[in-house]
């Protein structure tokens, strides 16, 4: 309880009360910027308070002055980028190209800090950034006629598909960076020998779908393709609801 609180009271009202041990000059927004900078350049692996300590030529200490541990500082990191990140305000649109906005703000974020779709968002930071993020987000549903349980059900499962796709991107981004080659070198090298192996006559539809999804996509999977696909049957998925939602209303 003491730990959230404490985490609280930085999300909210920033900057700790003066204690010994406080370096002149630096601030928690430094603290935070510098830790999100670290994350973006070297993945999330990288953030440590030792770490950021080092990165701010200060002792490790020092940095425990201004916040109490990993956990905190990834939630002010967390809280922060949402504060700043863009949200369009598509005026007058449908509910559905208000829901693809909503989807491409969380897009771009995950893409300018791959790092934030990699924490767990089961416990959120209740900071201001999260604040101001749901509203924004919740306000794409006015007039698609779900109640308020719904809405928020169906603002976390569009999200949870948009994160879940930033992971997808970022593992295929790593893959290819570990093993220096890009998908479609992986396929031409190995094309020929798992060719093979691959049986037509025991497995004819893997062979026949994976063949050609595979001359499409120019591998076994293509990370702009699979979410612009998902998007489109999330949005389709949740125009069932709406849909019965405006049948239910008009009987």
Do not use: C
């Not at 981004?173 to 020929?192: C, I, K, L, Q, Y």
């Not at 893997?206 to 393709?225: I, Q």
């Not at 389709?236 to 939602?245: T, Y």
């Amino acid at each position: 309880m003491a730990e959230a609180r404490r985490t609280i009271d930085l999300l909210w009202f920033s900057e700790p009360a003066s204690r010994r041990g406080r370096k002149k000059g630096l601030t928690l927004a430094r603290v935070v910027d510098t830790a999100i900078v670290l994350a973006d350049d070297e993945g999330l692996d990288a953030v440590s308070m030792r770490r950021v300590a080092q990165e701010l030529g200060v002792v490790p200490m020092t940095l425990y002055t201004y916040v109490p541990d990993k956990a905190a500082l990834l939630d002010l990191m967390l809280d922060a980028v949402y504060l700043r990140m863009s949200r369009a305000e598509p005026a007058g649109e449908s509910w559905r190209e208000r829901l693809a906005a909503v989807a491409e703000d969380n897009r771009l974020l995950y893409e300018q800090h791959p790092w934030a779709a990699g924490i767990s968002q089961s416990r959120p930071p209740l900071g201001p950034g999260l604040m101001a993020k749901y509203e924004h987000e919740l306000r794409a549903f006015a007039g698609a006629g779900l109640d308020d349980v719904e809405t928020d059900a169906a603002l976390t499962y569009l999200l949870g598909f948009v994160q879940a796709s930033a992971r997808a991107e970022a593992d295929a981004r790593a893959e290819a960076a570990r093993s220096a080659r890009s998908d479609h070198e992986w396929w031409a090298e190995n094309g020929p020998l798992l060719a093979k192996v691959f049986d037509p006559q025991a497995y004819p539809t893997a062979v026949r779908v994976g063949a050609a999804a595979g001359a499409e996509l120019g591998g076994a999977y293509h990370p702009g393709r699979a979410y612009v696909f998902g998007l489109e049957r999330v949005l389709d998925g949740l125009g069932v609801l709406i849909d019965r939602r405006a049948a239910d209303q008009r009987r």
